[in-house]
């Protein structure tokens, strides 16, 4: 509370008045810290605390519905996987759009985020604009995520034990499949009577489906020629999901040590991960260990020392290709083969098949026990499983050192050395017995590589005083190193069953190894200026120089610059009680992008040169250009500015916080094509320039607070547009179509999110045909109206809306009462459009027969049924072509995580000489609510659905002990 002068009198009345400057955060900003009523930039923190809540392997998940202005996609829920960070929006076009991590000061390279133990985390921050992220130069043009590992404590010793144990199970449900046999059979019998007769669908269903699943029934007798479906027992009733997925087990185990004296202190932790797949013999197993230890060597000199180790092993099973036409995929082959099909083999009259030890024989399709259509012969992913091999096996040390030299008062020395390292074996197996690999008797792909980056920086702070003054200038020096190898083999001719390793097999297809370095030198300074608390000024500028670039492009400077005005330090405000705290600030800044990759999304460290392949011509060399550098490639460049608003009321009970944004990138990099006869597909150019801007808010309030009872929220939202300014001349009239499936076209003044695509007109109510629309044209070729078609070739392609959301944010809230506790948070969207084309392949007409159908099939046209937008069943037709008919709107609701504790009285502690415990569930992924059954919008980070890992629910039981 704030200290207050009062007179001697009789009687004294005596209001306690909350002191802000005692509350005030402190924001963990770049090379350092800073107040947060006098931090000009954005920045948004996220405590420990409710990281620990989350129940994630990879610290990049923790972030969803957390931070406004942050969005998460959580492109797999295979264990161990690392979600996609994007901070205010797509930030490049060719360019990564990923975050810089800086963990305890120094940069962290982002393949080793899942590295990191939750538990071990103090804070996250996430720096949003240029004020707050310049200093970091080029690799923060995306922003940056802060992470602050624990430290020791003073005088203090504390020893703290989690535990908890829980199950994982599917997150999110299939698509509304058939599931029904006799349905699938009679659904199959109607699009081949739509084409012939009832008759003749009878006699052509088994060449059709090619399997008889009824026992006893003649294969021209499944359906009668007036369309009555077989009666018959069934010989299997299998379930393929339920046989390729179970209830996976989860475990993680944390012990730590915090303590120390004025001279030392120290935090040591081990940390213990296992997380079981809901995909049968998918897993991630992480051991982690840390040590931060800081030591005052005397009043002018302290050091302080970070070495942390982790082993993470993963294996991710039959999940890791998405794509559609990938049936080795379990989660798009459970959901896409018909339900006729059987896992197991079975006889004619429906009895199991074992080995002769009793081992459960499978069913692959190919003829020997039953006959498979639709591409899924020779296939059975639930035996596959326990077969192939997908494992990354990764070995992470990183290392962090500090000293401080306190030189005179006001004045310091700072080094800093960051060292990490990642080893990295990857082995992809492919069974000789089934599949793809059958042919050449199994085959083993092996990657190794070697990630090592070094970071050293030195920093000369100097801080003053002068009465109402105060002023604080750091300037300093950076250079960091990245080295990658990368070695890769592949041999095929496999001997023994379950062995992946190369001495197993005997011919060899390929092998392959490289080196990929990259350098930074970078000179930078900051200037923090306030005058009596009230107004603040900052400046910062960075010099880079990259090795990405051609020595004459190499350097690129940039700068920042910033202001705030605490309104309530103003004596015109100080009175106002029900005012806690008002505070308006901006900052304008440029920075700059070098991280290029290329149209497959890998780095590229010398773009600005060829790149040749070098092969074996019959005993000859052979050398192939296989990239076109370009010298005059130079940096992406934005400007940033920020505008916001900082409010508390009562004491401090009710906060906003509000920014608006605005982020112009120019020179962004662009892939042109080349023509096909230079071997060379394209060539990368500076040639597009595109604009972010929006708005964002977080309203955080305590409506409750007494002496047993406390109850907190938390709400934070975004909206934000993006708007393309300038294309090359020769792509200004058509734009450029881009994307998966050519699904989206860049044209100026539209947005990079801008869906381009065939618009469904419905169906013909006299035929059943489906329609499109086309457009009318003249003589000239101008168009003047447009009408519907039903060939879809003549079908004309429109702007139909965008991928990018409306609105979207999260929403929290906790309780406490005495030693119970409950917490909730949630995260949303509202608006979009996403391309399902998963539902899409699930409504094919009877093209694709063998494969599933959803259950809106069953809605198709009929002379009996016209009013319906399904096209009649034929299989001639291409009614499930890409269109507006599979744009679905990408709303979603989603529960993220409910904790409930139960903290013991402390006196119950004395027993076991615990100073403090609790018991808690928690339960995480509880519920996702979206248009379609099945559609997970988290999932899709560019408006496309794919046969993604299912998102996993957990729920699990804790308990935390402190000693």
């Not at 213990?272 to 809901?278: A, P, R």
């Amino acid at each position: 509370m704030a200290s207050q002068e009062v007179s001697i009198k009789q009687n004294v009345s005596i209001i306690l008045k909350s002191d802000t400057e005692m509350l005030d955060d402190v924001v963990v900003v770049a090379y350092g810290t800073a107040k947060k009523s006098s931090f000009t930039g954005s920045a948004t923190a996220v405590s420990g605390e409710k990281i620990a809540k989350m129940q994630v392997s990879s610290v990049s998940k923790a972030l969803e519905g957390a931070a406004a202005g942050v969005q998460v996609i959580n492109t797999s829920g295979q264990p161990g996987e690392n979600a996609k960070i994007r901070i205010r929006g797509i930030g490049s076009f060719s360019a990564s759009s990923a975050p810089l991590y800086v963990v305890d000061g120094m940069p962290y390279d982002e393949e080793s985020v899942n590295a990191l133990n939750p538990a071990d985390i103090e804070s996250m921050s996430i720096l949003k604009d240029a004020a707050s992220a310049a200093l970091y130069g080029s690799r923060a043009a995306n922003g940056v995520v802060m992470i602050t590992t624990k430290k020791g404590m003073v005088d203090k010793s504390k020893v703290t034990l989690d535990a908890r144990w829980g199950v994982n199970t599917r997150g999110v449900p299939e698509y509304d499949i058939m599931k029904d046999q006799r349905e699938y059979v009679l659904t199959a019998w109607n699009t081949l009577k739509n084409q012939s007769t009832g008759a003749e669908a009878s006699e052509e269903l088994i060449g059709s489906i090619g399997y008889n699943p009824f026992i006893g029934v003649a294969n021209n007798a499944m359906v009668s020629a007036d369309g009555v479906v077989s009666s018959a027992a069934l010989r299997h009733n299998d379930d393929w999901a339920d046989a390729a997925l179970h209830n996976g087990m989860r475990q993680e185990y944390n012990l730590s040590l915090q303590g120390g004296n004025a001279k030392t202190t120290h935090f040591l932790s081990l940390g213990y991960l296992k997380d079981e797949g809901i995909l049968r013999h998918t897993d991630f197993e992480r051991i982690s260990a840390r040590a931060n230890i800081n030591h005052t060597v005397n009043k002018f000199i302290d050091i302080n020392g970070n070495l942390a180790y982790a082993r993470a092993e993963k294996n991710a099973g039959q999940s890791q290709n998405a794509s559609l036409s990938n049936y080795s995929n379990a989660f798009m082959f459970t959901q896409q083969i018909a339900p006729i099909y059987p896992v197991y083999a079975y006889d004619e009259n429906g009895n199991r098949i074992y080995d002769e030890e009793g081992n459960t024989v499978y069913d692959f399709g190919d003829g020997t026990y039953s006959t498979r259509m639709g591409g899924f012969s020779n296939q059975n992913v639930a035996a596959n499983s326990g077969l192939d091999v997908h494992q990354t096996l990764n070995d992470n040390f990183n290392g962090r050192g500090t000293i401080n030299i306190n030189i005179i008062d006001g004045l310091k020395a700072t080094a800093n050395i960051g060292y990490d390292l990642m080893n990295q074996i990857r082995t992809d197996h492919m069974n000789q017995l089934y599949w793809d690999a059958a042919n050449v008797n199994g085959r083993t792909y092996k990657y190794n590589q070697r990630i090592e980056s070094f970071t050293a920086n030195q920093l000369l702070t100097y801080s003053k005083a002068f009465g109402h003054h105060n002023i604080d200038i750091m300037a300093g020096h950076e250079s960091y190193s990245y080295t990658l190898k990368y070695q890769y083999a592949h041999k095929y001719n496999f001997y023994t069953i379950g062995n992946p390793e190369f001495n197993n097999a005997i011919t060899m297809s390929d092998m392959n190894s490289y080196t990929q370095e990259h350098s930074m030198e970078s000179f930078f300074g900051r200037v923090n200026y306030d005058f009596d608390n009230k107004y603040y000024l900052s400046a910062s500028i960075r010099s880079d120089e990259s090795s990405k670039f051609h020595p004459d492009h190499r350097r690129g400077t940039f700068w920042s610059v910033g202001g705030s005005w605490r309104l309530t330090q103003e004596e015109f405000l100080k009175d106002v009680e029900w005012l806690s705290n008002l505070k308006l600030k901006a900052s304008y800044g440029t920075q700059g992008n070098d991280g290029i990759l290329d149209i497959n999304g890998y780095v590229v460290y010398q773009p600005y040169l060829k790149q040749y392949s070098v092969t074996n011509n019959n005993g000859d060399f052979s050398v192939v250009e296989t990239y076109r550098g370009n010298k005059d490639l130079t940096w992406e460049k934005s400007k940033n500015l920020n505008i916001g608003l900082e409010a508390a009321f009562l004491n401090n009970r009710l906060k906003l916080e509000t920014e608006y944004f605005l982020k112009k990138t120019s020179d962004m990099l662009y892939n042109m094509p080349y023509p096909i006869s230079s071997g060379i597909s394209y060539v990368p150019m500076n040639l597009l320039d595109m604009q972010n801007k929006g708005i964002e808010f977080t309203i955080s309030a305590t409506p409750i607070q007494t002496k047993d009872f406390i109850w907190n929220l938390s709400f934070n939202g975004t909206h934000y547009s993006n708007k393309i300014l300038n294309l090359p001349e020769d792509k200004r009239e058509n734009g450029i179509i881009h994307g998966t499936a050519s699904l989206f076209r860049l044209m100026e003044g539209g947005s990079i999110y801008d869906l381009y695509t065939y618009e469904y007109a419905g169906v013909n109510p006299e035929t059943g045909a489906a329609q499109w629309y086309m457009d009318e044209k003249d003589a000239n070729g101008k168009v003047t109206g447009r009408t519907v078609t039903e060939d879809y070739t003549q079908a004309s392609k429109y702007e139909l809306g965008s991928t990018l959301p409306d609105f979207q944010g999260g929403f929290s809230t906790d309780f406490a009462y005495k030693g119970i506790d409950l917490s909730i948070a949630t995260n949303f969207q509202i608006g979009g459009k996403i391309y399902d084309s998963m539902y899409s392949s699930f409504m094919h007409a009877g093209s694709n027969i063998g494969s599933n159908w959803h259950k809106d099939i069953l809605n198709a046209w009929t002379p009996e049924n016209k009013n319906t937008n399904v096209p009649i069943m034929d299989g001639a037709q291409n009614s499930n072509s890409q269109s507006s008919r599979f744009l679905i709107n990408a709303s979603f609701f989603n529960i993220r995580n409910i904790s409930l504790g139960y903290t013991f009285p402390k006196e119950w502690m004395k027993a076991i000489s615990a100073s403090s415990a609790r018991i808690y569930v928690s339960a995480d992924n509880v519920a996702l609510f979206s248009k379609r059954k099945g559609m997970d919008p988290r999932q899709y980070a560019y408006g496309y659905s794919a046969a993604n890992y299912s998102a996993i629910r957990t729920l699990s039981f804790g308990i935390n002990l402190n000693f």
